[in-house]
């Protein structure tokens, strides 16, 4: 059984090393090579591409998303969608999600990836279906963590829900890296066993035992694993594509990737790779083992904020207290896995009770939000103690959290009509309002007094 590859580097590998800093003109050629290569699919687009494009480097990323299908006519394209939150933040109308699901295969997507923070179910329905109404391959990815309650039997139950509801395959999302090998090997092999979806791993290299995850995956029976080309693998990014290539070349599960296409591609993406490490958007810090991960189960990214935050507040000898107390805040708000956005809210959270000195005297409005069910449904019971001390006797909702969101799509691209010339801007300012609005102004050299919006 050959394993198939997906190589990251243009999306997740680039935003785990260089903050998604890849712009469209060093993404294509390399891209063009990548597409002679062999691949299973190539993730291009999605999770931070698109407000990075917006907010940071002036572009499209509905052109980018085009240019990019128009260079890789042979590949699959894939995309990261965060479930309800789309590509943005927080919660947003059904009829968003379908659209924006619709345009991005229309623009190009094949894959999209679909997952939620919460493994809630319910926050997946409108994009998964969505994906199946308008003919793309609905992937949903199960957020991965550790926990008392999460274990080998509650992933099997989830992946069969998920299976019911039409998924197309199945990912193992190891955001964090703390999937270790023998518990990849259980999983995979369980999963295998009881459900009949392609099961691909996704995992980042933080904690120093990716390949010996992905290895022991393999021999359990994954079909797909996710790789980076070399320039942008590693450290909180994924195992080297070239360096699996030649591990498995011969073998039963030989990815029978072209070789030398790789090495072509590796070595223009390089020189981009040396820009970032030279300008310091790539820091030697990215490209570092951290196996403390494994034991305080802490994203590579949030460690890295946490460190940020204390360091601002000249606090950097509290670091050791706040990871310790990451882990208490988890467990009382009912063991959320640690991907964005509760890893940020959890992260503030723990930093906010060390540097009070009292647990929960501050508490930022997510986690009251989070509370009130608005995020949906946490994996486990929350501590109602805290829960008590932080909202009170207020109501905490029981539905779909999307439910009571008025469809807003069609009030937009009327609102925006003098902004927004095709439905690809009315999703932009959807996600982004103020961001995707001053871009699309600069876009199409609009001046402020053209035209009248109420924000």
């Not at 800093?21 to 891209?31: F, G, K, N, S, Y």
């Not at 909180?236 to 599960?253: M, V």
């Not at 207290?321 to 467990?331: F, I, T």
């Not at 939000?369 to 608005?374: A, F, S």
Request: overall charge neutral; charged content about 30%; glycine content about 6%.
């Amino acid at each position: 059984m050959s394993v198939k590859i997906v190589d990251t580097a243009l999306r997740d590998g680039s935003q785990s090393l260089i903050a998604t800093r890849l712009t469209t003109d060093e993404i294509l050629p390399v891209a063009k090579v990548l597409d002679k290569a062999g691949y299973y699919a190539l993730e291009v687009w999605g999770g931070a591409t698109f407000d990075s494009c917006l907010r940071f480097l002036d572009e499209d990323p509905w052109e980018r998303l085009r240019a990019i299908r128009k260079a890789c006519p042979h590949t699959k394209l894939q995309m990261l969608f965060r479930g309800q939150n789309i590509l943005g933040y927080h919660h947003y109308p059904d009829d968003v999600v379908e659209k924006f699901v619709q345009k991005s295969i229309e623009n190009g997507i094949d894959i999209i990836r679909v997952f939620d923070a919460l493994n809630d179910v319910r926050n997946l329905k409108s994009a998964v279906d969505a994906c199946i109404k308008y003919h793309g391959h609905c992937q949903i990815a199960l957020s991965y963590t550790t926990s008392p309650v999460h274990t080998v039997d509650y992933y099997v139950k989830l992946a069969k829900e998920v299976e019911k509801m039409g998924a197309h395959s199945l990912c193992i999302k190891d955001m964090a890296g703390v999937l270790l090998p023998e518990d990849a090997y259980e999983l995979i092999s369980r999963l295998k066993a009881e459900t009949k979806l392609p099961i691909e791993l996704h995992s980042h290299c933080t904690a120093g035992v990716c390949e010996m995850t992905y290895r022991r995956a393999i021999d359990a029976g994954v079909d797909i694993i996710d790789t980076a080309l070399s320039p942008l693998a590693g450290g909180t990014s994924q195992p080297a594509t070239e360096a699996f290539n030649y591990a498995l070349k011969g073998t039963k599960y030989d990815p029978k990737l072209d070789q030398e296409k790789l090495d072509e591609a590796a070595a223009i993406l390089q020189k981009s790779r040396d820009k970032y490490l030279k300008n310091g958007t790539l820091k030697a810090k990215a490209l570092c083992v951290n196996p403390r991960i494994l034991k305080y189960q802490v994203p590579g990214g949030m460690l890295s904020n946490l460190m940020s935050q204390l360091d601002k507040q000249g606090a950097m000898d509290k670091f050791e207290d706040v990871l310790k107390e990451v882990p208490a805040v988890r467990k009382d708000m009912g063991y959320p896995p640690l991907v964005t956005p509760l890893s940020q809210m959890v992260g503030t959270q723990a930093v906010m009770n060390v540097m009070t000195g009292e647990r929960y005297k501050m508490v930022p409005k997510e986690i009251k939000d989070y509370l009130h069910g608005l995020y949906g449904k946490a994996p486990a019971p929350v501590n109602e103690e805290i829960k008590k001390k932080i909202i009170g006797d207020d109501e905490v909702i029981t539905y779909r959290p999307a439910d009571k969101l008025e469809p807003e799509f069609e009030k937009l691209k009327k609102q925006y009509k003098k902004i927004a010339k095709c439905d690809e801007d009315v999703l932009s300012i959807a996600l982004f309002d103020q961001v995707a609005i001053s871009f699309l102004k600069r876009k199409y050299g609009l001046e402020a007094e053209e035209f009248n919006v109420t924000l």
